[in-house]
């Protein structure tokens, strides 16, 4: 079940009446079943799967809390690895043995094949890297202390459920959610300042998806199945930065949606971005993208590793061991390792440089403009290995992009390309500059009606088939 759909929105309207509508002590229960409700219209045998890992994880912790005995805490982690190694990596783990030995029978494409003639198929559980992430967390959060509350497991298994946030995050911690679910029996229906706020979000999240997204998507679809080895240089460039606006018009979407359908039920989901593409360094778009991401990784990850407290080569280490796990997490293939691998090496880079006196953001303006064209130089080529389709073609690409190659041709969806960017960018001024467009809210009860009449009628004009959110695949 889609979010911008028609089944999706009867969904959400009957669940929404009918939680303000009931006792407050029944609330949990409802949103706990349909939560779970709407995780099963994907795949009803692994709901069941989800049910298992939430209720492994809070049995195991509980246990750990009478016996405090660190094995116990470890066993579940290793159980945990184990579970999405098996799910997503069992074909990619089985395909480096293969190329390392040479077992072609090894090999994914050939056991992938061979597996689903027998009928046997090891398939992924939808978003089994943001539920697993956030099952983790709650542990370790007991384990270290940071997180002493006790919970019933009604509670829990609605922290990991909730399903405006189930499939794609953001990844919530255990004190942002937690805290909330125990005190939703209290809740009062929103205000109008919130529900102004919550139907902004979900026009944003509609506009985003239906109308840049999509459109974009099927605009890229020529470049990433086609030979980049025959396209102009500069083509390659315009369209990879095609596939980052895309990327964060679908993903931002899913985020505004997830927290303006969450708002509507009384609970405050985190900001998960803000303007990554005004980045002006690699290490600025990781303060500004996904943020939810990069701050597990860097909590969960990078300072147990030691972080910055480390001798300096350590710590490039560090955090090239974090953004190659982090790209494992991402997907089970080479070009997902490759990326995390070279985002760790350019942020290692830019902290060499920092260190030595580098300003990251110049005080000049020809210095700023400098800085942000080097950034972009030299990040989008790595962003290549996100979208790519193999690792052969994302080489290619990359060195079609240092070809100087720039031919006269000009690609067919060059329209629509420059209409997404276009749209992304003004999302990106609405997050960068918020106070600038504070004047409009005065005009709400006029802009909410006038908005969503204008999304409906452009919604009729522009928006094709519904199409799964990117990020549905991790």
Not at 21 to 48: D, E, K, Q, V
Not at 133 to 138: P, R
Not at 436 to 445: E, G, M
Request: proline fraction near 4%; hydrophobic fraction near 50%; charged fraction near 15%.
């Amino acid at each position: 079940m889609l979010f911008v759909t028609q089944e999706f929105l009867v969904f959400f309207i009957v669940v929404a009446l009918t939680y303000w509508l009931i006792p407050g002590r029944f609330r949990m229960y409802w949103l706990i079943a349909t939560s779970l409700f709407f995780y099963a219209t994907w795949n009803f045998l692994f709901t069941f799967h989800l049910f298992l890992v939430v209720a492994t994880n809070y049995v195991v912790m509980e246990i750990y809390r009478i016996h405090q005995k660190k094995w116990i805490f470890v066993l579940l982690q290793i159980a945990n690895v184990a579970n999405i190694a098996v799910f997503k990596y069992y074909y990619l783990i089985l395909d480096f043995v293969g190329i390392v030995f040479g077992i072609d029978w090894l090999r994914e494409k050939n056991l992938r094949l061979q597996d689903r003639l027998d009928g046997h198929e090891i398939l992924l559980p939808l978003a089994i890297s943001f539920y697993t992430f956030q099952i983790m967390s709650y542990g370790i959060d007991i384990y270290r202390g940071s997180y002493t509350t006790r919970h019933k497991f009604r509670e829990v298994l609605l922290f990991k459920s909730f399903f405006p946030q189930l499939i794609a995050g953001p990844i919530m911690r255990s004190s942002e959610l937690l805290p909330q679910i125990q005190t939703m029996d209290s809740f009062s229906p929103p205000s109008a300042k919130q529900t102004e706020r919550a139907v902004w979000l979900i026009l944003a999240g509609i506009a985003k998806k239906m109308l840049i997204a999509d459109q974009m998507t099927t605009a890229l679809g020529p470049f990433l199945a086609g030979d980049p080895s025959t396209m102009a240089s500069h083509v390659i460039w315009l369209y990879t930065l095609g596939c980052l606006a895309m990327l964060y018009a679908d993903f931002s979407a899913y985020t505004d949606l997830a927290r303006g359908t969450g708002l509507l039920l009384g609970f405050e989901i985190p900001l998960n971005f803000t303007a990554p593409l005004f980045m002006h360094s690699v290490s600025d778009f990781w303060r500004r993208w996904h943020l939810t991401f990069s701050r597990w990784i860097r909590d969960y990850i990078y300072i147990p590793l030691g972080g910055s407290r480390v001798p300096e080569y350590r710590n490039y280490i560090n955090l090239v061991i974090t953004f190659f796990l982090g790209g494992l997490w991402h997907g089970a293939s080479y070009t997902f390792v490759l990326w995390g691998i070279l985002t760790g090496i350019m942020l290692s880079a830019e902290s060499f440089a920092f260190r030595r006196g580098w300003k990251e953001w110049p005080d000049s303006l020809h210095g700023r403009a400098l800085r942000i064209l080097i950034t972009y130089i030299v990040f989008l080529p790595s962003t290549v290995f996100f979208f790519g389709k193999g690792l052969p073609w994302c080489l290619a690409a990359v060195a079609q992009m240092f070809a100087f190659d720039f031919g006269a041709e000009v690609p067919a969806t060059i329209n629509t390309l420059a209409y997404g960017i276009a749209g992304t960018f003004f999302f990106h001024l609405v997050d960068e500059w918020p106070e600038r467009f504070t004047a409009l809210r005065k005009y709400d009860r006029w802009l909410l009606p006038l908005g969503s009449a204008a999304l409906i009628l452009a919604m009729t004009q522009f928006a094709g088939p519904g199409k799964d959110f990117f990020y549905f695949q991790f």
